[in-house]
């Protein structure tokens, strides 16, 4: 067994243990009348307060204080909202409501998540003094979108295309516990002991390697795909 299919087997195990879990949550939003759509749409919201957290951060920092509480909301806020993105699609499997357009609108508002979220983290580390650290969040958010567009033009040419290891759900882990991360450790550390922003820089660095590497290994699997069509 290689090393892919070894990483598929623990991620499916660890999904259908997560499902196990929020089973029951979802069977209440569906007794209340909840939608797909409507779940999604909460997601977005939330990571739309994640982002304009890290934003405040951004505009309300100074070397003194770099808003390490804001950062640690932020990154709370990631965690818990982006759970809507497993809630919907079983919201949908198990209430009956799957759509073509339910899928298309999920998939439209991941991006626009991953978006907003890694775009004020680049805002953010910018304003606080980190230009390099910026730049590296820039290529996760150029690696995160192109993971995302192999996908979608693989499939429209009829192949299946899920290979690679940084795909959404590693990613939204990387990106919340980074935050979580930075905020605890610079609000409780003193900075001249350890500079917490490394945290939030190194977990950007870890999504810009590792989904670029995705989004090419993923261009390769179409090609031998592709061999032998004209």
């Known amino acids: 067994m290689d090393s892919n299919c070894t990483f598929k087997t623990c991620r499916d195990g660890l999904q259908h243990g997560i499902y196990a879990v929020i089973d029951p949550f979802v069977r209440l939003l569906i007794r209340c009348g909840i939608t797909p759509n409507a779940v999604t749409t909460i997601g977005l919201a939330g990571n739309i307060a994640a982002a304009a957290l890290f934003a ?10 770099p808003r390490y509480d804001l950062v640690t909301w932020a990154g709370a806020c990631i965690i818990v909202f982006s759970l809507f993105d497993m809630l919907d699609g079983q ?17 439209v508002l991941d991006r626009y998540c991953e978006l907003l979220t890694v ?24 690696g995160s979108v192109m993971v995302s567009y192999v996908r979608a033009r693989a ?7 899920k290979v690679g290891f940084m795909q959404r759900p590693e990613r939204v882990v ?3 516990v980074g935050a979580l991360a930075t905020g605890i450790v610079g609000l409780n550390v003193a900075p001249e002991r350890f500079d917490a922003m490394i945290i939030l820089i190194v977990a950007m660095g870890v999504i810009a390697v590792f989904a670029n590497i995705t989004a090419f290994a993923r261009v390769a699997h179409c090609r031998r795909a592709l061999s032998g069509r004209k």
């Open 56 to 65: 405040w951060a951004a505009l309300t920092a100074t070397a003194a204080d």
């Open 91 to 107: 919201v949908a499997r198990i209430g009956g409501m799957a759509s073509t357009f339910g899928a298309l609108y999920d998939s």
């Open 119 to 142: 775009g004020s983290i680049a805002f953010y580390l910018v304003e606080a003094g980190y230009p390099a650290g910026a730049l590296i969040a820039f290529l996760a958010m150029v």
């Open 155 to 161: 499939e429209g040419l009829g192949i299946e295309c």
């Open 174 to 176: 990387v990106t919340s």
